[in-house]
């Protein structure tokens, strides 16, 4: 298999369809609703939370092809056979489709995330191994410091100052480097005063 091309997609205000409407599909429909996009749930039963967020569609049934035809993603947390029909219908339509539990069909995987403070961390197995993705989520997160939310701060205040000055690319990682050393020897130097 070759390499996969990590992205992140804008999903405000755009067409999604959540196939399923388990334990599983109840993740995914948190996750889709906290990105802004338009959901629309297919399944013979919903999950009470699914049922209750304004804008979100249910379809109480089961899935036909023809409920992709707007979509720009679907996610499909339904059974393998339901899972199969599902990426066929999204390949005809040339729609990605993150098949859960079913790396060989899939087009579109979701890796283990987390956010923290303005960061947001994605790690994948590329399907071979999604509990390992998982565990290695959980290391990241635990080595991100708490205050990285300064650092985005100071990072977006530094790349609007950068582009003004037209400071070519290939500096500006370096520049941003020593912007944050003087930040942490300032906090570090203010916690010393403190102690």
Do not use: H
């Not at 708490?146 to 290939?170: F, S, Y």
């Amino acid at each position: 298999m070759k390499p996969l091309y990590p992205v992140f997609l804008k999903l405000e205000g755009r067409d999604v369809v959540l196939v399923g409407g388990g334990a599983v599909a109840s993740v995914k429909f948190r996750e889709l609703i906290a990105a802004g996009a338009r959901v629309t749930v297919v399944t013979p039963e919903a999950r009470p939370e699914m049922t209750c967020v304004p804008g979100v569609v249910i379809v109480l049934r089961s899935f036909v092809a023809s409920d992709l035809d707007r979509a720009w993603l679907v996610i499909s947390a339904a059974t393998p056979e339901i899972n199969r029909q599902v990426v066929a219908a999204a390949e005809e339509r040339r729609i990605f489709v993150n098949a859960v539990d079913d790396a060989e069909s899939a087009s579109a995987y979701t890796g283990g995330v987390f956010r923290k403070g303005g960061v947001t961390v994605a790690v994948s197995t590329e399907g071979r191994a999604p509990a390992l993705a998982g565990l290695l989520r959980e290391g990241l997160e635990a080595v991100i410091p708490d205050e990285v939310e300064a650092w985005v701060a100071l990072a977006g205040e530094l790349r609007k100052r950068q582009r003004v000055a037209r400071v070519p690319m290939a500096e500006r990682r370096p520049l941003l480097l020593r912007s944050l050393n003087r930040l942490y020897e300032g906090r570090s130097a203010e916690a010393e005063a403190k102690a």
